[in-house]
Nanobody
Framework: QVQLVESGGGVIQPGGSLRLSCATS????????MGWYRQAPGKEREGVSC????????YYADFVKDRFTISRDNAKNTLYLQMNSLKPDDTAVYYC????????????????WGQGTQVTVSS
């Protein structure tokens, strides 16, 4: 059974940094484009960033551009999201996903979801 397991969430003060990881098992990371998504309480899930399968082209939502960086280590079967200059509005559950392809819209057909990790930005 394919598993995507996120880690690295927690409580952080505004302006701080966190790095989320998404470890995969029974799953070959380089066979998929990958994405990060988030869902805040009372809001719909939204796309944060994605990275393509072939050449690791990346796209970001406007609200995280220049603050977040997505990357992948295919040898370790792990996806990352480096989050800098965090704001209270970044508070959400963050999910990684294997997706059909990566594009500027970030939302595409999701093949597999992780279970999510909570990020809380608060002073």
């Amino acid at each position: 059974q394919v598993q995507l397991v996120e880690s690295g969430g927690g409580v952080i003060q505004p302006g701080g940094s966190l790095r989320l990881s998404c470890a995969t098992s029974r799953f070959t990371l380089d066979h998929y484009a990958m994405g990060w998504y988030r869902q805040a309480p009372g809001k719909e899930r939204e796309g944060v960033s994605c990275i393509s399968r072939v050449d690791s082209t990346t796209y970001y939502a406007d609200f995280v551009k220049d603050r977040f960086t997505i990357s992948r280590d295919n040898a370790k079967n792990t996806l990352y999201l480096q989050m800098n200059s965090l704001k209270p509005d970044d508070t959400a559950v963050y999910y990684c996903a294997a997706i059909a392809y990566c594009s500027a819209s970030i939302w595409t057909t999701v093949e597999y979801w992780g279970q999510g990790t909570q990020v809380t930005v608060s002073s």
